[in-house]
């Protein structure tokens, strides 16, 4: 299969995601973040393409579009490495019941332009018979991401973890019955029951939100060690602040302003957590794959943790006393700092050499945003997307937004 895009580190398939993931190796890639396209939502194909038949969304029930990503992700379990895991992304959908409906979200004149010109004009949410079948009646929401989740566990995929994404910033919804959706489901799966994981690098602030909630501020709060824009994967002794606390299962998105003309593409505060966690800074062994494990020591900061109406500074059991409206003398608990002091191989491989970097893919890569993140995390990555459209998006991005492409070598 050729390529439409290739570099040192990035390769792109403009071909339908079963059969790119067909010709790819056994447990070649280290993780997969994607959001598929959803049931019924838009059409991302012109009629007339011959690649129209391939095209993933236009199914005439959920249980067809649900049995074909069923098929779709078996060979992404196939390409995954053993101790590697895959994320994906998913939204729901109503049932009007009457055949056909809108996404929810927006008005008709939202996305720039009227939702027909914009591809987004309605599609099939199932009539009343077809709902009946399902146990269903009008108005319902359909639990697409559930019903997802739950015919990949039953193809043998572990399902570890269901992620709130909660936008900030939710597009408006004209209904007046029920509340307007704020969030969507992010997955995450595990091939066995032993798999990478880089909790250090995704650890949360352990202070509040200054703006209350006690929600992390946005999407880079889900890296303490050391400079998120630090790429290099040198082993390199870096201060990183205090230790935090273990990511929770709830990611707090702001807009990410874009003119790009995809009207599903995720923020990348999305995806860098999941590469962070499920792959390694540094790289993995050039012989096995196993990626190379993060070497941390905890130490005291000098800082002490709040105390009742108080916060208590100072290296010492007690410490200076910053009132909330009350004065109290008592030292806190240590807050912890956490430095990372190298890294190590997971594996026993002898004369391995330096390590290479982990590959993320992603088989539906839409607007090329988790290739794009793979290239700022120093990950190697692969992408597949069945409209030429979108894979030259992905690629004019990546020249627009990681200058260091720009020197590579590319062939289409």
């Not at 196939?78 to 939204?91: A, H, P």
């Not at 408006?172 to 029920?178: G, K, L, N, T, W």
């Not at 307007?180 to 995704?202: I, N």
Request: proline share 7%.
């Amino acid at each position: 299969m050729t390529p439409y895009f290739e570099s040192a580190n990035v390769v792109i398939y403009c071909a339908d995601a079963l059969e790119a993931l067909r010709e790819m190796p056994n447990e070649s890639v280290h993780c997969i973040v994607t959001s598929p396209p959803y049931h019924g939502l838009r059409r991302y194909i012109d009629d007339d393409d011959p690649a129209k038949k391939h095209e993933i969304g236009l199914e005439s029930t959920v249980g067809d579009w649900v049995a074909k990503l069923v098929e779709v992700f078996a060979e992404c379990k196939r390409v995954l490495r053993s101790d590697g895991t895959m994320w994906i992304c998913c939204g729901d959908a109503y049932a009007s019941g009457k055949g056909t409906c809108f996404n929810p979200g927006g008005g008709n004149g939202s996305l720039g332009k009227e939702r027909k010109a914009a591809g987004a004009h309605p599609l099939n949410r199932g009539n009343v018979s077809d709902l009946v079948k399902m146990g269903l009646k009008p108005k319902n929401l359909l639990g697409l991401p559930w019903r997802l989740a739950f015919a990949l566990q039953e193809d043998g995929w572990i399902l570890r973890s269901d992620i709130a994404i909660v936008k900030r910033a939710p597009m408006p919804e004209s209904v007046r019955d029920r509340p307007s959706k704020s969030w969507e489901h992010l997955f995450m799966f595990a091939k066995s029951s032993r798999y990478y994981w880089d909790g250090f690098a995704v650890r949360e602030s352990g202070s509040e939100d200054s703006h209350g909630g006690g929600r992390p501020s946005n999407g880079r709060k889900h890296h303490l060690g050391g400079d998120p824009s630090r790429h290099s994967g040198l082993d390199t002794t870096e201060p990183a602040g205090d230790a935090g606390r273990n990511m929770r299962d709830a990611i707090w998105l702001s807009p990410e302003p874009s003119n790009l003309p995809h009207y599903a593409a995720y923020p990348r505060a999305l995806v860098r957590p999941c590469i962070r966690a499920g792959t390694s800074e540094r790289g993995v062994c050039p012989k096995c794959g196993k990626g190379w494990e993060r070497i941390v020591a905890l130490h005291d900061s000098g800082r002490r943790q709040k105390m009742g109406d108080g916060w208590v500074t100072g290296a010492g059991s007690h410490g200076t006393i910053h009132p909330n409206g009350a004065e109290r003398g008592e030292g806190g608990k240590p807050v912890l700092a956490a430095t990372t002091l190298g890294w190590r191989p997971s594996c026993t491989c002898e004369d391995a050499g330096d390590p290479i970097p982990a590959t993320v893919l992603d088989p539906f890569v839409g607007s090329g945003t988790t290739l794009l993140v793979a290239v700022e995390e120093s990950r190697r990555s692969i992408g597949i997307d069945l409209s030429e459209a979108y894979c030259e998006l992905a690629v004019k991005r990546l020249y627009d937004k990681a200058p260091l492409l720009a020197a590579a070598e590319a062939r289409r």
